[in-house]
T-cell receptor, first 113, second 109 residues
Framework: NAGVTQTPKFQVLKTGQSMTLQCAQDMNHEYMSWYRQDPGMGLRLIHYSVGAGITDQGEVPNGYNVSRSTTEDFPLRLLSAAPSQTSVYFC????????????FGQGTRLTVV | RKEVEQDPGPFNVPEGATVAFNCTYSNSASQSFFWYRQDCRKEPKLLMSVYSSGNEDGRFTAQLNRASQYISLLIRDSKLSDSATYLCVLYNQGGKLIFGQGTELSVKP
C-alpha cells in the first residue's frame, strides 16, 4: 500500500521562487494536513482540509496556499520562497474526525537560499 | 501559552531503565490524545492512543488526567531501539492535530 506519498523528498529554491509540494493518499481519508518541522519547535500546522473543497488555516499559514480539489490530493504551494521557509515539511492524512491514527508522508526537506 | 507542552529533553538513560514523559495541554475541550514516535527526523508514527482509564501496550503505559490536563508515557525496561523523539499529540475541537515540541530519548548500553 502506498499510504501517503510526498514529492519531492529534497528541494533547493532560490529566494523568490515558487513551487508546489505534492501530497497524495490512497486511503480515502477525509482529513489531510500540512506541517512544518523546525529544530526545537515540533510540528506546526500550516493548513488543513476536512474534505474535498474545504480548507482552513493552521498555526503558520503565511506564505503558503493550499487547495483540495479531490479527496486524494492536497498540494502545498509556496508563493515566493523565503529563507524562513527552510524546513522539513510533512503531509498527513486520517479518516474521520479526531479519534483515528494520522499517517504521514516521508517528508520534504526544503532549503531556500 | 502553547496548546501542548512537553518535558524538555534530552533524556539519557541506561538500558533497562524506566523513564517517564509528561505533557500538559491548555484546552480543556481537547478531544483525544496520542503519543507518536519520530526517528531521526523521519515521519512521525503512532505509538499509542491515550485513554482516560489508562492503557498499556507491552512495556509502554499511557495515562490521561483530564482534571489536571496532562498525559504521560511510561517506558519500562528501556531498549536501545527506544531511542527516538516522543511527541505528545492531541486533536482539538476543530479537528486539528496539535503536536508538542517532542522529547528526545537516548538509551545507552
Amino acid at each position: 500500500n502506498a499510504g501517503v506519498t510526498q514529492t519531492p523528498k529534497f528541494q533547493v529554491l532560490k529566494t523568490g521562487q515558487s513551487m508546489t509540494l505534492q501530497c497524495a493518499q490512497d486511503m480515502n481519508h477525509e482529513y489531510m494536513s500540512w506541517y512544518r518541522q523546525d529544530p526545537g519547535m515540533g510540528l506546526r500546522l500550516i493548513h488543513y482540509s476536512v474534505g474535498a473543497g474545504i480548507t482552513d488555516q493552521g498555526e503558520v499559514p503565511n506564505g503558503y496556499n493550499v487547495s483540495r480539489s479531490t479527496t486524494e490530493d492536497f498540494p502545498l504551494r509556496l508563493l515566493s520562497a523565503a529563507p524562513s521557509q527552510t524546513s522539513v515539511y510533512f503531509c498527513a492524512s486520517s479518516y474521520g474526525q479526531g479519534y483515528t491514527e494520522a499517517f504521514f508522508g516521508q517528508g520534504t526537506r526544503l532549503t531556500v537560499v | 501559552r502553547k496548546e501542548v507542552e512537553q518535558d524538555p529533553g534530552p533524556f539519557n538513560v541506561p538500558e533497562g531503565a524506566t523513564v517517564a514523559f509528561n505533557c500538559t495541554y491548555s484546552n480543556s475541550a481537547s478531544q483525544s490524545f496520542f503519543w507518536y514516535r519520530q526517528d531521526c527526523r523521519k515521519e512521525p508514527k503512532l505509538l499509542m492512543s491515550v485513554y482516560s482509564s489508562g492503557n498499556e501496550d507491552g512495556r509502554f503505559t499511557a495515562q490521561l488526567n483530564r482534571a489536571s490536563q496532562y498525559i504521560s508515557l511510561l517506558i519500562r525496561d528501556s531498549k536501545l531501539s527506544d531511542s527516538a523523539t516522543y511527541l505528545c499529540v492531541l486533536y482539538n475541537q476543530g479537528g486539528k492535530l496539535i503536536f508538542g515540541q517532542g522529547t528526545e530519548l537516548s538509551v545507552k548500553p
